[in-house]
């Protein structure tokens, strides 16, 4: 059991290049979450879905798009790469919002934006 | 909208001793979870201990115990026996227990951890 998969592992990129994050899960979850986390800081929510077809912003979207067209992926887009997009971002998923419901985390992608 | 806020960046602590970490929340719900995340180095989070608001009695996972007090907005851990696997990052985190929420955690910044042998 894979869990959450998040691919690539690190990317350099460079100011007004895009690229895709992907994230897949294999564990039928209906929730994913896409997370960033600056140097030193917590997470803050970019985006999240609830399932195939439905996806919401967080705490901050700007810069970023997202979609969900199955239940196993949930890919991050980031279309106009600037320095401040510079972070770690997770992808995590759970699968019913229950009161006990565990949320399962990615590795992570470091992104460097120069 | 909740706040977390962690006010130990750092904390250090003898191998076998006990520390606590900090964390406080601002919220105006009244039905919500609490929880304590580690991520080592590897960058994976993992789940410490979680806590529902409902109940009165602390939450403890083995060498992890929380002290919840709903009243004042704090969620301090405890971790006891220290060992030297314990080093990490320790985030504090918020959920609502609201359906329309979105299972949507709110992260406090962070308490490094480090143990001394």
């Known amino acids: 059991n894979a869990g959450v998969t998040q691919t690539p592992k690190f990317r350099i990129l460079k100011i007004g290049q895009s690229m895709t994050l992907q994230c897949a899960q294999d564990m039928n979850h209906n929730y994913m979450y896409w997370y960033r986390q600056d140097p030193g800081m917590g997470l803050k929510l970019i985006y999240y879905?609830?399932?195939?077809?439905?996806?919401d912003k967080g705490e901050v979207p700007n810069g970023y798009n997202v979609s969900r067209s199955t239940t196993e992926d949930f890919p991050l887009r980031l279309e106009l790469a600037a320095p401040s997009q510079t972070s770690v971002y997770f992808c995590a998923s759970s699968y019913l919002q229950t009161t006990n419901e565990k949320l399962f985390f990615g590795s992570g992608t470091q992104l460097s934006v120069l | 909208a909740q706040t977390v806020t962690q006010s130990q960046p750092e904390m250090s602590v003898q191998e076998a001793e006990t520390v606590t970490l900090s964390c406080t929340y601002d919220?105006?719900?009244?039905?919500?979870?609490l929880f304590w995340y580690k991520q080592p180095p590897s960058r994976q989070m993992i789940l410490v201990i979680r806590q529902e608001a409902y109940k009165q009695q602390n939450a403890t996972e083995n060498r992890f115990s929380v002290n919840f007090q709903k009243a004042a907005k704090s969620f301090s851990l405890k971790i006891s026996d220290s060992q030297l696997g314990d080093a990490a990052m320790y985030f504090c985190?918020?959920?609502?227990?609201?359906?329309?929420?979105?299972?949507?955690?709110?992260f406090g910044g962070g308490t490094r951890l480090m143990v001394k042998p």
């Open positions: 919220t105006s719900e009244s039905d919500y979870y």
């Open positions: 879905s609830v399932g195939a077809g439905i996806t």
């Open positions: 985190a918020y959920r609502s227990a609201r359906n329309n929420a979105g299972n949507m955690l709110t």
